[in-house]
């Protein structure tokens, strides 16, 4: 079976979800996750040897969030805590350089027609790559003009994150239903 950066993505916020984040090999993890950036376009493949797509800016990018978390659950110092695990300004200039569509959306590659899909991964993975962390430790890097700073998305719901907040609010006040 070919790993492939959505399902990793899927796989490794089902586990944080979950609370079953040690079941990760974060090591392999990693190894796997940095090697699917590439240095020439600073965007992420989704597989071994195929091309960059900027949707994989979230697929791929926002793993490194919840590697973080592992991470630091696990009590590694080594993590850093003013950046992610990959060149945030090189996946900017990817998107904000190659992914824009002149006519509104974003793009996969260059030479694509524009999507919502696209568009909406695209600007997910631009917010991971400007926002690091939260709270007391947080940081911001926009490439270019401020107005190109985007909301910060959580990164497990793909949502902001304080949209994420009122909904875990909201929803740790039901009772769990009956079966």
């Known amino acids: 079976m070919e ?6 993505f899927c796989a490794v916020a ?15 993890l990693v190894r796997w996750l940095s090697n699917r950036q590439m240095s020439f376009e600073g965007g992420f493949q989704g597989r071994t040897n195929k091309h960059v797509d900027g949707c ?24 850093s805590t003013r950046c992610w695990m990959f060149d945030q300004n090189a996946l900017q ?10 006519h509104g959306g974003l793009v996969d590659k ?30 911001t890097s926009v490439l270019g003009d401020c ?11 793909n949502i902001g994150v304080d949209c994420a907040f009122q909904a875990s609010k909201y929803f740790s006040t039901l009772s769990v239903p009956k079966l």
């Open 3 to 8: 790993a492939h950066g959505g399902y990793t």
């Open 56 to 79: 994989y800016s979230l697929w791929q990018g926002g793993v490194f969030p919840l590697v973080h978390k592992i991470l630091n659950g696990h009590g590694d110092n080594a993590v």
């Open 110 to 139: 260059p030479g694509k027609p524009r999507d919502f899909y696209h568009t909406c991964y695209c600007l997910s993975g631009l917010s991971v790559a400007q926002h690091f962390a939260g709270g007391n430790l947080a940081t």
């Open 147 to 157: 107005s190109n700073e985007l909301m910060p998305v959580h990164p497990v719901y």
């Open 93 to 102: 200039e990817y998107i904000l350089i190659c992914c824009q569509n002149v």
């Open 14 to 28: 089902a586990l944080v979800l979950m609370g079953h984040d040690r079941l990760c090999d974060v090591e392999a």
